[in-house]
Nanobody
């Protein structure tokens, strides 16, 4: 699966950004698109995920209530709407594809994802 993330940029604290992840069309719709981020000098961490088949979502605690993940089925695109951005949200953001059905246990784990996009940089200044 090919994925391409876009929409990153430089914003101020409190601003909003919307990231987009376009992926190649799949025959079966039972899969998950996840968003991860990698702050400078740190490991990659789970941000959010959405089930393509039923729109079920999950978020890491630090972004709940500020970020929202959604999908546009005709456009094969998943969005990550990021509101009330904080300097600690600064990172390279990646979208990823997991061919499996939804699992609360695995959706936040990097190893569950089969394909990754190239990343888009989000910088939030204070």
């Amino acid at each position: 699966v090919q994925l391409q993330a876009s929409g990153g940029g430089l914003v101020q604290a409190g601003d909003s950004l919307r990231l987009a992840c376009v992926h190649s069309r799949r025959i079966f719709n039972t899969y998950i698109i996840g968003w991860f981020r990698r702050p400078s000098g740190e490991g990659r961490e789970f941000v959010a995920a959405i089930s393509w088949s039923d729109g079920r979502t999950a978020y890491t605690h630090s972004v709940e209530g500020r970020f929202a993940v959604s999908r546009d089925i005709p456009k094969n695109t998943v969005y990550l709407q990021m509101n009330s951005l904080k300097p600690e949200d600064t990172a390279v953001y990646y979208c990823a594809y997991d061919h499996s059905a939804w699992s609360d246990e695995y959706i936040s784990q990097e190893s569950a994802y089969d394909s990754w996009g190239q990343g888009t940089l989000v910088t939030v200044s204070s």
